[in-house]
């Protein structure tokens, strides 16, 4: 991947990591179950991590 491609992904998951933690949000308040939000949320979270660390290799 090039930069740009890598920075377009990361704001992609970032867009998603938004959704999905406004999401949580209501489950909480609906005192529903949150764990496959958090796993979900965490795992975007070390995608986003990985493509920062490619990004400074660039």
Request: aromatic content about 2%; glycine content about 2%.
């Amino acid at each position: 991947m090039n930069r740009k491609e890598i920075e377009l992904e990361i704001e992609d998951l970032k867009a998603d990591h938004t959704r999905l933690s406004h999401d949580m949000e209501k489950v909480v308040y609906v005192k529903g179950k949150t764990e496959i939000t958090e796993k979900e949320l965490e795992r975007i979270e070390k995608e986003i991590s990985r493509l920062r660390q490619q990004l400074a290799e660039l």
